[in-house]
Protein backbone atom coordinates (compact mmCIF):
# COMPACT_ATOMS: atom_id res chain seq x y z
CA UNK A 1 0.00 0.00 0.00
CA UNK A 2 1.05 3.70 -0.89
CA UNK A 3 0.16 6.76 -1.10
CA UNK A 4 0.17 8.25 -4.04
CA UNK A 5 -0.31 11.98 -5.53
CA UNK A 6 -2.28 11.23 -8.94
CA UNK A 7 -2.89 14.37 -11.32
CA UNK A 8 -4.54 13.90 -14.63
CA UNK A 9 -7.09 16.31 -16.05
CA UNK A 10 -9.67 13.84 -17.15
CA UNK A 11 -12.40 13.41 -14.71
CA UNK A 12 -13.59 10.38 -16.20
CA UNK A 13 -10.01 9.29 -15.88
CA UNK A 14 -9.11 10.68 -12.94
CA UNK A 15 -12.07 8.85 -11.07
CA UNK A 16 -11.26 6.01 -12.53
CA UNK A 17 -7.82 5.53 -11.68
CA UNK A 18 -8.81 6.48 -8.07
CA UNK A 19 -10.60 3.79 -7.35
CA UNK A 20 -9.08 1.35 -8.97
CA UNK A 21 -6.04 2.22 -7.11
CA UNK A 22 -8.02 2.64 -4.08
CA UNK A 23 -9.37 -1.23 -4.40
CA UNK A 24 -5.74 -2.31 -4.40
CA UNK A 25 -4.77 -0.89 -1.32
CA UNK A 26 -3.33 2.44 -2.22
CA UNK A 27 -4.28 6.14 -0.52
CA UNK A 28 -4.95 8.06 -3.42
CA UNK A 29 -4.95 11.72 -3.52
CA UNK A 30 -6.18 13.36 -7.12
CA UNK A 31 -5.57 16.80 -8.58
CA UNK A 32 -6.82 18.26 -11.79
CA UNK A 33 -3.59 20.60 -12.92
CA UNK A 34 -0.18 20.67 -12.57
CA UNK A 35 -0.26 23.69 -10.11
CA UNK A 36 -2.72 21.85 -7.81
CA UNK A 37 -0.61 18.78 -7.95
CA UNK A 38 2.25 20.86 -6.77
CA UNK A 39 0.47 22.12 -3.60
CA UNK A 40 -0.49 19.05 -2.96
CA UNK A 41 2.76 17.55 -2.75
CA UNK A 42 3.82 21.15 -0.67
CA UNK A 43 1.33 19.81 1.75
CA UNK A 44 1.38 16.10 2.26
CA UNK A 45 4.53 14.04 0.44
CA UNK A 46 3.56 11.42 -0.96
CA UNK A 47 5.44 7.90 -1.37
CA UNK A 48 4.91 8.41 -5.28
CA UNK A 49 3.38 10.85 -8.19
CA UNK A 50 1.81 9.86 -11.20
CA UNK A 51 1.82 12.41 -13.50
CA UNK A 52 -0.42 13.07 -17.01
CA UNK A 53 1.85 14.64 -19.68
CA UNK A 54 -1.28 16.80 -20.92
CA UNK A 55 -2.17 19.09 -18.48
CA UNK A 56 -3.62 22.46 -18.74
CA UNK A 57 -1.15 25.04 -17.78
CA UNK A 58 2.29 23.14 -16.24
CA UNK A 59 2.35 19.99 -18.05
CA UNK A 60 3.25 16.89 -16.41
CA UNK A 61 6.96 17.39 -17.75
CA UNK A 62 7.31 20.75 -16.07
CA UNK A 63 5.35 19.55 -12.96
CA UNK A 64 8.29 16.33 -13.20
CA UNK A 65 10.94 19.13 -13.49
CA UNK A 66 10.28 20.89 -10.47
CA UNK A 67 9.62 18.40 -8.35
CA UNK A 68 13.44 16.72 -8.99
CA UNK A 69 14.55 20.58 -8.64
CA UNK A 70 14.86 19.47 -4.75
CA UNK A 71 13.20 16.14 -4.21
CA UNK A 72 13.73 12.59 -5.16
CA UNK A 73 10.25 11.36 -4.70
CA UNK A 74 9.50 8.60 -7.51
CA UNK A 75 7.15 9.95 -10.61
CA UNK A 76 5.75 8.11 -13.36
CA UNK A 77 4.12 9.99 -16.42
CA UNK A 78 1.10 8.91 -18.58
CA UNK A 79 1.19 9.86 -21.68
CA UNK A 80 -1.69 9.17 -23.97
CA UNK A 81 0.20 8.62 -27.61
CA UNK A 82 3.15 7.07 -26.40
CA UNK A 83 5.24 9.66 -28.22
CA UNK A 84 8.43 9.62 -28.39
CA UNK A 85 9.35 13.23 -27.82
CA UNK A 86 7.06 13.25 -24.46
CA UNK A 87 8.86 10.40 -23.31
CA UNK A 88 12.15 10.92 -23.96
CA UNK A 89 11.69 14.95 -22.54
CA UNK A 90 10.21 12.96 -19.60
CA UNK A 91 12.99 11.13 -18.71
CA UNK A 92 15.47 13.76 -19.00
CA UNK A 93 13.39 15.59 -16.80
CA UNK A 94 14.19 13.13 -14.14
CA UNK A 95 10.88 10.60 -14.67
CA UNK A 96 11.43 7.20 -12.96
CA UNK A 97 8.94 5.11 -15.40
CA UNK A 98 6.27 6.33 -18.20
CA UNK A 99 3.18 4.47 -19.14
CA UNK A 100 0.91 4.70 -22.54
CA UNK A 101 -2.94 5.31 -21.87
CA UNK A 102 -5.06 4.05 -21.69
CA UNK A 103 -3.61 2.24 -19.15
CA UNK A 104 -5.23 -1.01 -16.75
CA UNK A 105 -5.25 -0.28 -13.24
CA UNK A 106 -3.50 -3.53 -12.75
CA UNK A 107 -0.79 -2.31 -15.03
CA UNK A 108 -0.18 0.76 -13.15
CA UNK A 109 -0.11 -1.11 -10.31
CA UNK A 110 2.24 -3.26 -10.99
CA UNK A 111 4.58 -0.23 -12.24
CA UNK A 112 4.08 1.65 -8.84
CA UNK A 113 4.83 -1.41 -6.87
CA UNK A 114 7.74 -2.23 -9.24
CA UNK A 115 9.06 1.80 -8.93
CA UNK A 116 8.43 1.71 -4.87
CA UNK A 117 10.01 -1.42 -4.70
CA UNK A 118 13.36 0.30 -6.22
CA UNK A 119 12.80 2.87 -3.68
CA UNK A 120 13.28 0.70 -0.87
CA UNK A 121 15.93 -1.59 -1.83
CA UNK A 122 18.53 -1.88 0.17
CA UNK A 123 22.38 -3.30 -0.34
CA UNK A 124 24.41 -4.36 2.15
CA UNK A 125 28.18 -3.33 1.75
CA UNK A 126 30.42 -0.59 0.66
CA UNK A 127 32.44 0.39 -2.49
CA UNK A 128 34.70 3.01 -3.49
CA UNK A 129 35.77 3.86 -7.01
CA UNK A 130 37.96 6.86 -7.06
CA UNK A 131 36.95 9.53 -5.36
CA UNK A 132 33.18 7.80 -5.39
CA UNK A 133 31.71 6.40 -2.85
CA UNK A 134 29.03 4.28 -2.59
CA UNK A 135 27.34 3.05 0.83
CA UNK A 136 25.27 0.33 0.04
CA UNK A 137 23.67 -0.15 3.27
CA UNK A 138 23.05 3.99 3.92
CA UNK A 139 22.04 3.60 -0.14
CA UNK A 140 24.41 7.26 -0.01
CA UNK A 141 27.04 8.17 -2.67
CA UNK A 142 29.54 10.43 -2.18
CA UNK A 143 31.87 12.13 -4.47
CA UNK A 144 35.28 14.01 -2.97
CA UNK A 145 33.57 14.46 0.17
CA UNK A 146 30.10 15.61 -0.94
CA UNK A 147 26.80 14.00 -1.05
CA UNK A 148 25.41 13.15 -4.20
CA UNK A 149 21.74 13.38 -4.64
CA UNK A 150 19.89 10.51 -6.82
CA UNK A 151 16.69 9.24 -7.44
CA UNK A 152 15.38 5.95 -6.06
CA UNK A 153 16.17 4.53 -10.02
CA UNK A 154 19.32 6.21 -10.92
CA UNK A 155 20.56 4.92 -7.35
CA UNK A 156 19.16 1.09 -8.41
CA UNK A 157 21.32 1.62 -11.45
CA UNK A 158 24.32 2.88 -10.31
CA UNK A 159 24.22 -0.16 -7.68
CA UNK A 160 23.54 -2.54 -10.22
CA UNK A 161 26.70 -1.12 -12.38
CA UNK A 162 29.01 -1.00 -9.36
CA UNK A 163 28.26 -4.85 -8.74
CA UNK A 164 30.69 -5.78 -10.99
CA UNK A 165 33.11 -3.02 -12.03
CA UNK A 166 34.13 -3.61 -15.97
CA UNK A 167 31.89 -6.20 -17.03
CA UNK A 168 29.46 -4.94 -19.91
CA UNK A 169 25.74 -4.93 -19.29
CA UNK A 170 23.32 -5.00 -21.94
CA UNK A 171 20.28 -2.70 -22.24
CA UNK A 172 18.40 -5.67 -21.43
CA UNK A 173 19.77 -6.53 -18.33
CA UNK A 174 19.80 -3.56 -16.96
CA UNK A 175 16.05 -2.91 -18.01
CA UNK A 176 14.96 -6.25 -16.07
CA UNK A 177 17.48 -5.72 -13.37
CA UNK A 178 16.28 -1.96 -12.34
CA UNK A 179 13.00 -1.40 -13.88
CA UNK A 180 11.62 -5.38 -13.75
CA UNK A 181 10.17 -4.76 -17.48
CA UNK A 182 11.05 -6.79 -20.29
CA UNK A 183 9.62 -5.17 -23.64
CA UNK A 184 12.92 -4.09 -25.16
CA UNK A 185 11.28 -1.35 -26.63
CA UNK A 186 11.81 0.51 -23.50
CA UNK A 187 15.59 0.29 -23.29
CA UNK A 188 15.31 4.36 -23.55
CA UNK A 189 14.77 4.74 -20.23
CA UNK A 190 18.18 2.76 -19.40
CA UNK A 191 19.47 5.75 -21.68
CA UNK A 192 17.96 8.15 -20.07
CA UNK A 193 18.77 7.21 -16.43
CA UNK A 194 22.29 6.47 -17.38
CA UNK A 195 22.92 10.43 -19.30
CA UNK A 196 21.35 11.87 -15.53
CA UNK A 197 23.53 9.72 -13.25
CA UNK A 198 26.58 10.47 -15.73
CA UNK A 199 25.49 14.10 -15.09
CA UNK A 200 25.92 13.63 -11.28
CA UNK A 201 29.04 11.60 -10.82
CA UNK A 202 31.19 12.48 -14.47
CA UNK A 203 33.49 15.31 -14.67
CA UNK A 204 32.64 15.74 -17.99
CA UNK A 205 29.57 13.86 -18.88
CA UNK A 206 29.60 14.46 -22.60
CA UNK A 207 32.86 12.00 -21.98
CA UNK A 208 32.44 9.61 -19.53
CA UNK A 209 34.81 7.56 -17.57
CA UNK A 210 33.04 6.02 -15.11
CA UNK A 211 29.85 5.05 -16.86
CA UNK A 212 31.32 3.71 -20.30
CA UNK A 213 29.02 3.43 -23.49
CA UNK A 214 29.60 -0.52 -25.10
CA UNK A 215 28.18 0.11 -28.59
CA UNK A 216 25.46 -1.82 -29.81
CA UNK A 217 25.53 -3.51 -26.17
CA UNK A 218 24.84 -1.33 -23.42
CA UNK A 219 26.66 0.21 -20.55
CA UNK A 220 29.88 -0.94 -18.48
CA UNK A 221 31.39 0.79 -15.31
CA UNK A 222 34.92 1.19 -15.68
CA UNK A 223 37.23 -1.13 -13.65
CA UNK A 224 39.41 0.59 -10.85
Known sequence: MATILFVDD???????????????????????????????????????AVLDV????????EVCRRIRRDDTLPVILLTARGDDLDVVLGLEAGADDYVVKPVEPRVLDARIRAVLRRAEN???????HGDLVIDRAALKVTRRGRDIRLTPTE??????????PGRAMTRQHLLAAVWEHTHAGDSRLVDACVQRVRAKIEDEP?????????????????AP
Open 10 to 48: DPSARAALEMALSRQGHRVTSRATGEEGLEALRARRPEI
Open 122 to 128: SHPDRSV
Open 206 to 222: AEPRLIETVRGFGYRFA
Open 155 to 164: LRLLLELTRR
Open 54 to 61: MLPGLDGI
